[in-house]
């Protein structure tokens, strides 16, 4: 089974592709932000090369988003409280962390009292960063109904900003009906798109560290004096049973129809991966595939990631004839990866930087970028950033410095004339004849 696992990821990933590439930082020189996109060939993602119990699950690349592996992947399910990834991003990105939020009338009619709550009464009041960690960790739904209506002044309007993210990020299968993840037969998502989802939502500082979290101290409120210690719903971040030391976090949910759905980042090494389950009958069968899912992944495939220490700077003398006029230099400050099979050596990766007209006279006209290849095949290129240095101008000699010249060579001949006439006046006297 291991032997077919390696070889159909093996098939899979002939046709590589770039995952990462830092933007240019400096947009005054000549580079450009973006890496050229690799053309890739559309294969089927791997299938059926996993044992588990989920009927919709994905693995995903975390920094190119390509699928490792897919099991109903775009079938429509139920999302649960992995709703709450959409709105703690919208939070995290709309409010500031010491924002006063204060339970409104409105917002507390709400949701269902009755579960999924951290008892916050009408007129309490916390920070934006407080009812963000205790959405995503204890999937609070009070805290939530907070979050939703201080972002977009009520429940219905935030929901709408829900999906136009959604549609802003083509999750095609993806619609939400309510920010808590109650289950409703207009409240779907897919494993795929939920993958995607959370891609996105760790891009940002924020809701990265909301992610990661294991728990979380609330701060005293004026209801309630005393701090409150919240713990992550993900076990794969917690230690006990299920704790996965390359667990980067996660969020776990269900619903009596739809079951229980997990979705949950990994890193080792270089390799960053994403995997989303749904429809698992326990939280053990969920943890237990997910687990499955990325050591899969981490076992399969390696991430190898090329830096400006290894390909350098490049530096052109412009002339014109015989004459130096400037020089270019090229550099980078961009990194560039690639997810490969763990066959491949990676020292195959290579980068090299070509110069396009290097011989113009012009500095303006030269332009270089970084080409990446494997085994001599090209995989991608990064432009590079242009610094153009003139040679000085030699200074020609100018009529308005003449005077200043004549009066030095003057004050010398004077000196001279002065210091030498003693010795002119006995010259002239011996040449007197005798008396």
């Not at 933007?23 to 580079?31: A, C, I, M, V």
């Not at 993806?174 to 959370?198: E, I, P, Q, R, W």
Request: net charge negative; aromatic share 8%.
């Amino acid at each position: 089974m291991v032997k077919k696992a390696v070889m159909c990821l093996f098939s899979l990933l002939l046709c590589l592709y770039p995952v990462h590439a830092e933007e240019n930082p400096n947009p005054e020189t000549d580079g450009t932000e973006e890496t050229e996109e690799i053309e890739e060939t559309e294969e089927e993602p791997v299938q059926e090369v996993i044992d588990i119990a989920s009927d919709k699950a994905v693995l995903i690349d975390a920094d190119s988003g390509k699928v490792l592996y897919e099991k109903n992947s775009n079938e429509r399910g139920d999302p649960a409280s992995l709703n709450k990834i959409m709105t703690v991003y919208l939070a995290a990105q709309t409010l500031s962390a010491s924002q006063p939020l204060t339970m409104s009338d409105s917002a507390f009619q709400s949701y269902d009292h009755n579960q999924g709550v951290l008892w916050i009464q009408q007129g309490e009041t916390l920070s934006a960063k407080d009812c963000e960690y205790a959405s995503f960790l204890a999937s609070a739904n009070d805290t939530a109904a907070m979050l939703a209506e201080a972002a977009a002044g009520s429940l219905n309007a935030f929901v709408e900003k829900m999906n136009a993210e959604a549609a802003d990020l083509e999750l095609q299968n993806t619609h939400f009906d309510n920010v808590f993840g109650a289950a409703s037969s207009d409240n779907y998502s897919s494993a795929y798109d939920m993958a995607m989802l959370t891609r996105k939502a760790l891009k940002n500082d924020v809701f990265r560290e909301i992610f990661g979290a294991s728990s979380y101290m609330l701060s005293g409120t004026n209801k309630q004096n005393s701090t409150r210690m919240i713990a992550a719903d993900c076990e794969l971040i917690r230690s006990g049973t299920y704790s996965y030391e390359d667990a980067l976090g996660g969020k776990i949910g269900s619903t009596p129809t739809g079951g229980f759905a997990l979705a949950a980042a990994a890193k080792r090494g270089a390799t960053s991966l994403i995997a989303v389950v749904f429809g698992e009958a326990t939280p053990d069968a969920a943890y237990h595939d997910i687990v499955r899912i990325f050591e899969y992944g981490f076992e399969s495939a390696q991430t190898v990631t090329i830096t400006p220490a290894d390909y350098g700077s490049k530096t052109i003398e412009v002339t014109d004839g015989r004459k130096h006029i400037a020089d270019v230099v090229f550099t980078s400050d961009s990194s560039f990866s690639i997810l490969m099979p763990k066959e491949l050596d990676p020292s195959l990766v290579k980068a090299e930087i070509v110069v396009k007209n290097e011989d113009s006279s012009d500095p303006e006209e030269i332009t270089a970028e970084v080409i990446f290849t494997l085994d001599g095949e090209t995989i991608g290129s990064s432009p590079m950033e242009r610094t153009i240095i003139m040679e000085p101008v030699e200074e020609k000699f100018k009529t308005d410095h003449l005077p200043t010249n004549v009066l030095d060579w003057i004050s010398v001949g004077a000196l001279l004339l002065v210091l030498l006439l003693p010795a002119l006046n006995w010259f002239f006297r011996t040449l007197e004849p005798p008396k």
